[in-house]
C-alpha cells in the first residue's frame, strides 16, 4: 500500500476554510430548545410562510407509502416534482438517460448492495412517478433558520481554522478539467452529539472561484438530527452556484435537481450499514457530465440513474470541474465548552484499517472523453488529525482509496 504525501496546496486549504465560514456553526443555540421563540405576531407569520412552503415542496401523490422508520414516501408524477416550477422547466418533462462513461470496474463480489429503509417491504412507486420524502412542519420547526429550510447556512464572516467549527478529513484532485467522479463509500452510522451538529460523507464536484461564484454538485451520505428529526444515516444531494448564498438546496426541496428514478429516494434512510468488526457496506456513487446535452448526471448503486442536475443551474460547471472531492464533514458547535464527540465515518481513525475505519475506494474522475480513470494525484487532508484523519492508498482491487474518520473529543482532542 503506498500512502499519498500531503503537499497541500492553497487551493484546497481556502476551499475547506471558505466552507467553514458559509456553514456557520450556531453554539450559542439552546439545545434544549426544539425551535426559536416568537412572539405571537411573529409566530403567526412563521407558520404562514412554513404552510405556503410545505404545499410549494409537496406536491399531490398518486400513491403514499408508509416507512418503518416513520418517512412518508410520496410518488409523484415526474412531471409535477419540484424541478419543474424552475422557470426553465415549467411545461416540461424529464430527459432521457445519455450514455454512460466508458471504463466502469468491474463490481467486487464481497460487498452487498444497500437498498433504503422505505423500500423493504418491496413496495415502490409506479412508473412514471419519483418518490419524494413528505416534508412535514415538525421538520420546519426543527430548523435553526426557517427561511433557509433544506439549505446550507452561509455567514459572511470568515473564520480561523481553529474557530470555524467544521471539520474535514478529505481527499482531493485539482489542476485538470473534471467531467465527474465516481466512488464506493462506506456506509456507518456515527453518532451525533446534538440536533444542529451532523456527520457526513460525500464528493464534491466543484468549479469556480472561492468567492460568491461558487458552483459544487454533491452527493453522499449524512446523519443531520436537524434535517431529518432522526440519526439514520441519509442518502442526499445539494448544489450550489454562488457560494451557497441563495440558490441549491438539499435533495427536492427547492427547483433544480430533476428525479427520473422510481425506486431511490433522495434523503431516505440507508440499509443495512456497517459494523465494528461486522458486515462491510457501501454505496457507489457517479457523477458524469452528459457529453450532448451537458447536464450532470448521478448514479447510485449497480447502474441505477437517480437523475440530473440541469446545465442552466449553473454558470462554471456548465463547462466543466476544477476540482473533485471526496471524504468526511462534522459540525463541532463545542456546545459543552470542549471538542464535539461527534463521529466522523465509523468513529475510529484511518490506522485501524478495514472493518473498524470507514474507507472510500475505487477513486476514479471522468475525462473530456466520458472516460472514467484512475486518479494521477490524490492528496489527502485532514485539518484536525488528533480528532479526525485520513490514510491513503492504492492496490489493484480498490484502485485509489483512503480510510479516514475518527471520535472527535479524546485524549489528544480535548
Not at 464481497?110 to 423500500?119: C, G, K, L, P
Not at 452556484?241 to 435537481?257: E, I, K, M, R, W
Not at 490524490?378 to 480498490?398: E, F, M, S, T
Request: proline share 6%; glycine share 8%; with cysteine.
Amino acid at each position: 500500500m503506498a500512502a499519498f504525501c500531503c503537499n497541500i496546496s492553497p487551493i484546497i486549504v481556502f476551499f475547506l476554510f471558505f466552507i467553514s465560514s458559509v456553514f456557520p456553526v450556531r453554539s450559542s443555540v439552546n439545545f434544549n430548545d426544539t425551535h426559536q421563540k416568537f412572539r405571537p405576531v411573529d409566530e403567526s407569520k412563521k407558520l404562514k410562510f412554513i404552510k405556503a412552503h410545505l404545499t410549494k415542496i409537496n406536491k399531490p401523490p398518486v400513491k403514499t407509502i408508509q416507512s418503518p422508520d416513520g418517512d412518508i414516501i410520496d410518488c409523484v408524477l415526474s412531471h409535477q416534482q419540484p424541478a419543474f416550477d424552475h422557470p426553465q422547466l415549467i411545461g416540461q418533462k424529464p430527459l432521457d438517460p445519455p450514455d454512460r462513461p466508458n471504463g466502469q470496474l468491474p463490481r467486487t463480489r464481497m460487498f452487498e448492495e444497500n437498498s433504503q429503509i422505505w423500500s423493504m417491504s418491496n413496495e415502490f412507486c409506479p412508473q412514471g412517478t419519483v418518490p419524494i420524502r413528505r416534508t412535514s412542519e415538525k421538520d420546519f420547526l426543527r430548523a435553526s433558520n426557517v427561511k433557509r429550510f433544506g439549505k446550507k447556512l452561509r455567514n459572511p464572516i470568515r473564520r480561523d481554522s481553529s474557530t470555524n467549527g467544521h471539520e474535514h478529513a478529505v481527499g482531493y484532485v485539482s489542476g485538470d478539467e473534471y467531467y465527474g467522479a465516481k466512488a464506493s463509500i462506506n456506509v456507518w452510522a456515527p453518532r451525533v452529539s446534538n440536533q444542529f451538529e451532523f456527520s457526513l460523507s460525500q464528493m464534491w464536484v466543484i468549479a469556480g472561484s472561492f468567492g460568491d461564484d461558487l458552483n459544487t454538485i454533491e452527493a453522499g451520505w449524512q446523519v443531520s438530527p436537524e434535517l431529518y428529526g432522526d440519526n439514520y444515516p441519509r442518502f442526499f444531494t445539494y448544489w450550489t452556484s454562488d457560494a451557497y448564498q441563495a440558490t441549491g438546496c438539499y435533495n427536492l426541496l427547492c427547483s433544480g435537481f430533476v428525479q427520473t428514478n422510481n425506486r431511490i429516494a433522495i434523503g431516505a434512510a440507508i440499509s443495512p450499514t456497517s459494523s465494528y468488526n461486522g458486515g462491510q457496506f457501501d454505496i457507489s456513487l457517479l457523477i458524469w457530465k452528459d457529453p450532448k446535452h451537458g447536464n450532470w448526471w448521478l448514479e447510485f448503486g449497480n447502474g441505477i440513474l437517480v437523475g440530473y442536475w440541469p446545465s442552466f443551474l449553473f454558470t462554471h460547471l456548465r463547462d466543466h470541474a476544477s476540482m473533485v472531492q471526496f471524504g468526511g464533514e462534522i459540525v463541532n458547535s463545542q456546545s459543552s465548552g470542549g471538542h464535539t464527540q461527534t463521529q466522523m465515518g465509523s468513529g475510529h481513525f484511518a490506522g485501524e484499517g478495514f472493518g473498524k475505519a470507514s474507507y472510500f475506494r475505487n477513486l476514479q474522475v471522468v475525462d473530456w472523453d466520458n472516460s472514467l480513470v484512475p486518479l494521477s494525484n490524490l492528496r489527502v487532508l485532514a485539518d484536525h488529525p488528533n480528532c479526525y484523519d485520513i490514510q491513503g492508498g492504492v492496490n489493484k482491487v480498490w484502485g485509489n482509496y483512503f480510510y479516514y474518520g475518527g471520535p472527535g473529543k479524546n485524549s489528544r482532542c480535548p
